[in-house]
């Protein structure tokens, strides 16, 4: 039998995975568990590990196989943390890295490094702003002077934002409903990050038709390491096709 495989989750790559492998192999998917628990086969756990210290303990204690990290590409922590306790146990680690969305000739993107650059290049693109980067990145926008936000959450909280409102919602969200809701708002510019998927390119699409433009924040490198961009290219790593070289 192959070793167990663990999965790190919270995107739906990594949802669509373990149901890709169900029943072929034992899945453990871990989840971080600050956006709710899908229903998924398999085992789950959720919450922190400790740091890569912690990891590298559960991969021991839990016979871990191999590792398909799947989280979103802007985790940037917990993926540093599998390259890292998987590199001390030698244990094979993959990524799956959903691609970047591609860049259409109308598309007017500002790109920036991170979430201090798009602050800081903001208030000269626009005076309305949708912002979708998730409630951990909102406090970078804080010292922004002279921009109204209008903030999409998972779930709403109160924001160290002056002047804003907050609008609650969970992915997927289709491109008309997009576009109604930045013509509703008065929106003249887009914040996001450089996710990819289909899920949230909605926002994209109508920022485009509505000649509205995209502070887009780009992805930080991946870990050194194996990648695949798709879920079929993750179950073909696995090669659970093929006979075990265990007896
Ligand atoms: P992060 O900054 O890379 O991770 C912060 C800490 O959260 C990690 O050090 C780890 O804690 C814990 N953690 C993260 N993912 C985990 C997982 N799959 N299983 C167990 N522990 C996990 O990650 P993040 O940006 O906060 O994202 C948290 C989760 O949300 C990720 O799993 C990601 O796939 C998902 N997500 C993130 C975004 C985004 O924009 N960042 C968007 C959609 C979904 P310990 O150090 O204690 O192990």
Same mark, same amino acid.
Request: aromatic content about 4%; glycine content about 10%.
């Given at each position: 039998?192959?070793?167990?495989?663990?999965?790190?989750?919270?995107?739906?790559?990594?949802?669509?995975?373990?149901?890709?492998?169900?029943?072929?192999? +034992?899945?453990?998917?871990?989840?971080?568990?600050?956006?709710?628990?899908?229903?998924?086969?398999?085992?789950?756990?959720?919450?922190?590990?400790?740091?890569?210290?912690?990891? +590298?303990?559960?991969?021991?204690?839990?016979?871990?196989?191999?590792?398909?990290?799947?989280?979103?590409?802007?985790?940037?922590?917990?993926?540093?943390?599998?390259?890292?306790?998987?590199?001390?146990?030698?244990?094979?680690?993959?990524? *799956?890295?959903?691609?970047?969305?591609?860049?259409?000739?109308?598309?007017?993107?500002?790109?920036?490094?991170?979430?201090?650059?798009?602050?800081?290049? *903001?208030?000269?693109?626009?005076?309305?702003?949708?912002?979708?980067?998730?409630?951990?990145?909102?406090?970078?926008?804080?010292?922004?002077?002279?921009?109204?936000?209008?903030?999409?959450?998972?779930?709403?909280?109160?924001?160290?934002?002056?002047?804003?409102?907050?609008?609650?919602?969970?992915?997927?969200?289709?491109?008309?409903?997009?576009?109604? *809701?930045?013509?509703?708002?008065?929106?003249?510019?887009?914040?996001?990050?450089?996710?990819?998927?289909?899920?949230?390119?909605?926002?994209?699409?109508?920022?485009?038709?509505?000649?509205?433009?995209?502070?887009?924040?780009?992805?930080?490198?991946?870990?050194?390491?194996?990648?695949?961009?798709?879920?079929?290219?993750?179950? +073909?790593?696995?090669?659970?096709?093929?006979?075990?070289?265990?007896?």
């Amino acid at each position: 039998m192959p070793g167990k495989l663990l999965i790190l989750g919270g995107t739906a790559e990594a949802a669509a995975l373990a149901r890709a492998v169900a029943g072929r192999i +034992e899945t453990v998917t871990s989840l971080a568990g600050r956006a709710g628990i899908p229903s998924l086969p398999g085992r789950v756990r959720v919450g922190g590990f400790g740091g890569a210290a912690g990891l +590298e303990a559960f991969l021991r204690t839990e016979a871990i196989g191999r590792v398909i990290d799947a989280t979103h590409p802007f985790a940037a922590r917990i993926s540093a943390h599998a390259g890292t306790a998987c590199a001390a146990l030698g244990i094979p680690r993959l990524m *799956l890295r959903r691609p970047e969305w591609p860049r259409h000739p109308e598309d007017r993107w500002t790109e920036v490094a991170d979430m201090a650059g798009a602050a800081a290049v *903001l208030p000269g693109l626009g005076r309305r702003a949708f912002l979708t980067v998730g409630a951990g990145e909102v406090a970078a926008f804080a010292p922004v002077p002279d921009v109204w936000f209008l903030v999409r959450l998972l779930t709403a909280g109160p924001l160290p934002l002056a002047d804003h409102a907050v609008i609650t919602g969970r992915p997927p969200f289709a491109e008309a409903a997009e576009r109604a *809701l930045m013509a509703e708002h008065r929106i003249d510019v887009l914040v996001s990050k450089a996710s990819g998927g289909s899920a949230t390119y909605g926002k994209i699409a109508a920022a485009r038709h509505l000649g509205i433009p995209v502070l887009m924040i780009r992805r930080p490198a991946p870990p050194a390491g194996a990648a695949v961009d798709s879920v079929a290219a993750a179950v +073909e790593w696995l090669r659970l096709d093929r006979p075990s070289d265990e007896c």
